[in-house]
């Protein structure tokens, strides 16, 4: 079967870095992305990975490997409204969208 | 504003009525899904179109039915739902379905059956 696993809930405090991790099995790969999902609101993309490395877009980088089926989400700087949930989701064979639960990031002053 | 809007925002049922959800998207794409979102459990890919014509159907029970009439506008007929349909359903678009498919989402309707 195709799994996402990624942590359900994380907290970290105002200013620091905050490192989500994702990691998949899946039936091929084409990419993985990353959605942010404020409570109440539509999921809205992040990020993008189709090769080994990191990406980085200002206060936030995504990382792939692969090999290891492994990616995480890092957020610098952090600010409450990165409070949110982040969802993983990895395009397979068949260029379907795979999602993970998503990990709940909390915040705190 | 995502381009992607969704009506009603909210909606209440009881199991025997029959009501609709309805997308719109403003950004030229070819391809619209629908997603049930479940507290703490991953998207579930229920329907997606592509050039008004249905691709996927994930096993949907019947009480669920689709419709696209043009690439613009995605419906989701609801009759005789059960309790554990309440949920929040999205609707997303994207340019096709191809390899990089980003998918632009709708802000939800958040359903309640009773």
């Known amino acids: 079967g195709q799994n996402i696993d990624q942590p359900t809930e994380m907290t970290a405090t105002e200013g620091a870095i905050v490192q989500i991790n994702c990691t998949y099995q899946?039936?091929?790969?084409?990419?993985l992305f990353w959605y942010q999902q404020h409570a109440g609101e539509a999921p809205t993309f992040l990020s993008y990975?189709?090769l080994d490395g990191l990406e980085e877009k200002g206060r936030f980088s995504s990382f792939l490997s692969r090999s290891k089926g492994y990616s995480y989400l890092l957020l610098k700087e952090l600010q409450m409204k990165d409070s949110a949930s982040y969802l993983c989701?990895?395009?397979?064979?068949?260029?379907?969208?795979?999602w993970g639960a998503g990990t709940k990031l909390i915040i705190k002053p | 504003e995502t381009g992607v809007t969704q009506t009603p925002r909210h909606l209440v049922m009881g199991m025997t009525n029959k009501k609709s959800l309805k997308c719109e998207q403003h950004?030229?794409?070819?391809?619209m899904y629908w997603y049930k979102q479940s507290a703490k459990k991953p998207l579930e890919l229920m329907f997606v179109?592509?050039?008004?014509?249905?691709?996927e159907n994930n096993s949907v029970p019947s009480r669920f039915s689709p419709e696209c009439p043009n690439s613009s506008h995605l419906f989701l007929h609801l009759h005789t739902l059960q309790p554990e349909d309440s949920a929040l359903y999205l609707c997303?678009?994207?340019?096709?379905?191809?390899?990089?498919?980003?998918?632009?989402f709708g802000p939800g309707t958040r359903l309640t059956v009773l």
């Open positions: 997303a678009s994207s340019p096709g379905l191809a390899e990089y498919n980003e998918q632009f």
């Open positions: 990975n189709v």
């Open positions: 950004l030229g794409h070819n391809a």
């Open positions: 179109y592509n050039f008004k014509e249905q691709t």
């Open positions: 899946t039936s091929g790969f084409n990419g």
């Open positions: 989701a990895v395009l397979d064979s068949n260029y379907q969208l795979i």
